[in-house]
């Protein structure tokens, strides 16, 4: 099931934000999403964050400090919307 979470939430950030010439085999689970990672920006990981509160019923705060554990990688938004989700 955690592989599947991790695979839907690959899909998910390709296609919230529209990264036409990516696809879930490109992105690796422990890869980091910001930085040398997938190069996500701030405003990739607002979208992000609303996006992933709206479709899994999370509540993540900007000023949350665990926030940038939580979007370190795949693996690491997948654990938190298993822990936490409402949807």
């Known amino acids: 099931m955690q592989e599947d979470l991790r695979h839907e939430i690959k899909v998910f ?3 919230a934000l529209n990264m036409e010439d990516v696809t879930p ?13 997938l190069g996500l920006d701030s405003i ?10 709206k ?5 993540i705060s900007a000023e949350n400090e665990e926030t940038r554990r939580i979007f370190a990688s795949v693996r690491a938004l997948a654990d938190y919307v ?3 989700r409402t949807r």
């Open 82 to 84: 298993t822990a936490n």
């Open 55 to 59: 479709r899994y019923g999370l509540r």
């Open 44 to 53: 990739d990981s607002l979208e992000l964050g609303v996006g992933l509160q």
């Open 25 to 37: 085999e490109d992105i690796g689970d422990d890869e980091p999403l910001f930085g040398e990672g």
């Open 13 to 15: 950030i390709i296609e």
